[in-house]
């Protein structure tokens, strides 16, 4: 079966860095994303990531490791409306997207 | 305005009763899907659909049914909802082409069941 992998929960203080951590196992790998996800809203789009490496973009980074089925999501300089879900998401070789449950990220002050 | 319109945003109906949530977009996008989301799972994808004439079951079809009456337009049915069928749905959109997973969300409609 198809499976992705991401805690449930972490915390972190303002100001502070947090990496949010996906494994998955997929048949296939066309690509994988990042989405957040605020309380009662719409996920909205952070990231993807296709090829092995580092993608930067402003305080949000996202690695891939795609012999090792990992990607991780880096937060710095937390701010309090970081506070949301970070959903992780895997396109298989359907082109289907497959989502995690997501990680629930408390930033306290 | 929304770019991904969802009607109504909140319902409270009984178990049999027949339920429509419509989903609008003005984003252009040929692909409309309908997901749900229940704590402490992963969207579910139901229904999809890449143009107004193909539509397509995702892993959680049954005892829902969908409708594409035109590009900008997408809704789903419970024909006679039950409990289980208590979540939130979501409508979302994406473009043509191979970078299919860049979804574009509407603000969800949650559904309750009594």
């Known amino acids: 079966g198809q499976n992705i992998d991401q805690p449930t929960e972490m915390t972190a203080t303002e100001g502070a860095i947090v990496q949010i951590n996906c494994t998955y196992q997929?048949?296939?790998?066309?690509?994988l994303f990042w989405y957040q996800q605020h309380a009662g809203e719409a996920p909205t789009f952070l990231s993807y990531?296709?090829l092995d490496g580092l993608e930067e973009k402003g305080r949000f980074s996202s690695f891939l490791s795609r012999s090792k089925g990992y990607s991780y999501l880096l937060l710095k300089e937390l701010q309090m409306k970081d506070s949301a879900s970070y959903l992780c998401?895997?396109?298989?070789?359907?082109?289907?997207?497959?989502w995690g449950a997501g990680t629930k990220l408390i930033i306290k002050p | 305005d929304a770019d991904v319109t969802q009607t109504p945003r909140n319902r409270i109906t009984k178990t049999g009763k027949r339920i429509m949530l419509e989903c609008s977009q003005t984003?252009?996008?040929?692909?409309m899907y309908w997901y749900r989301q229940d704590p402490g799972l992963g969207l579910r994808l139901i229904y999809y659909?890449?143009?107004?004439?193909?539509?397509n079951k995702g892993e959680i079809s049954d005892g829902y049914s969908v409708s594409r009456q035109a590009q900008a337009k997408f809704s789903l049915s419970l024909e006679s909802a039950i409990p289980n069928q208590t979540a939130l749905y979501f409508c979302?959109?994406?473009?043509?082409?191979?970078?299919?997973?860049?979804?574009?969300f509407g603000e969800g409609s949650r559904l309750t069941v009594l």
């Open positions: 984003k252009g996008h040929d692909r």
């Open positions: 990531n296709v």
């Open positions: 979302a959109t994406s473009d043509r082409g191979r970078f299919t997973g860049e979804l574009f």
């Open positions: 998401a895997v396109i298989d070789s359907n082109y289907q997207l497959i």
């Open positions: 997929t048949s296939g790998f066309n690509g």
């Open positions: 659909s890449f143009d107004v004439k193909d539509i």
